[in-house]
């Protein structure tokens, strides 16, 4: 064995004790609070493929949709296709330039949040993707004071992911996983349009 192989393996041994250490640490087993926030491209995205891990694991799941609502989407047209597995809502009027009316908007919005509660309070429910709820709350549509409370309340073995951009600092503060996706680039910058599959 070479110096250059045997000090790769020597790392590498150093490593794997590290990681070991750090997974016999891990024994707590309950449901998580996932937060997917910034301004990059991904959010949603991300939590639906948690909602795919968890239906390839057999799990009961619950989706609503804040704010999208006015178009059909890729991922809509897979889950609904599990309807014994997925109770899936579309819940918001579309983005909120689109709609240009406020009322309207916080009531679709209101209206999404009982129903998110209904599932957050039920632990038939394993995973329940609430995607792009952050909007709502930064627009105020839905109160920090509704939805606090209530996951802190949820079924001990269910787990939550939450979507959009500026997720709020006391939501960020009793998440157990918050990502930031950061924008490097974005094909609509350069005239690129929506492209099925890709954002739709």
């Known amino acids: 064995m070479s110096d250059e192989e045997l000090r790769h393996r020597e790392r590498m041994q150093r490593k794997?004790?590290?990681?070991?250490?750090?997974?016999?640490r891990a024994t707590i087993d309950r449901g998580v609070l996932v937060v997917n926030t910034g301004n990059g491209?991904?959010?949603?995205?991300?939590?639906?493929?948690?909602?795919?891990?968890?239906?390839g694991h057999g799990f009961h799941c619950g989706v609503v949709q804040f704010i999208k609502g006015s178009f059909s989407t890729g991922e809509e047209a897979f889950f609904r296709r599990f309807p014994?597995?997925?109770?899936?809502?579309?819940?918001?009027?579309?983005?909120?330039?689109?709609?240009?009316?406020?009322?309207?908007?916080?009531?679709?919005?209101?209206?999404?949040?009982?129903?998110?509660?209904?599932?957050?309070?039920?632990?038939?429910?394993?995973?329940?993707?609430?995607?792009?709820?952050?909007?709502a709350l930064v627009k105020q549509y839905v109160t920090l004071e509704q939805v606090l409370p209530t996951l802190a309340a949820r079924p001990a073995g269910q787990h939550v992911v939450i979507t959009g951009r500026g997720a709020p600092d006391a939501l960020v503060a009793v998440a157990?996983?918050?990502?930031?996706?950061?924008?490097?680039?974005?094909a609509f910058e350069a005239g690129i349009r929506a492209q099925l599959g890709v954002e739709l």
């Open 16 to 24: 794997k004790e590290l990681v070991d250490r750090k997974i016999a």
């Open 41 to 55: 491209k991904g959010k949603s995205s991300s939590g639906f493929g948690m909602l795919a891990r968890s239906l």
């Open 176 to 186: 157990d996983t918050v990502t930031e996706m950061r924008v490097v680039k974005h």
């Open 84 to 135: 014994d597995m997925v109770d899936y809502h579309v819940m918001g009027e579309g983005f909120t330039w689109e709609t240009q009316d406020k009322a309207r908007d916080v009531a679709a919005a209101q209206a999404a949040w009982q129903i998110a509660a209904r599932m957050l309070a039920d632990e038939r429910y394993r995973l329940v993707l609430l995607d792009e709820l952050n909007i």
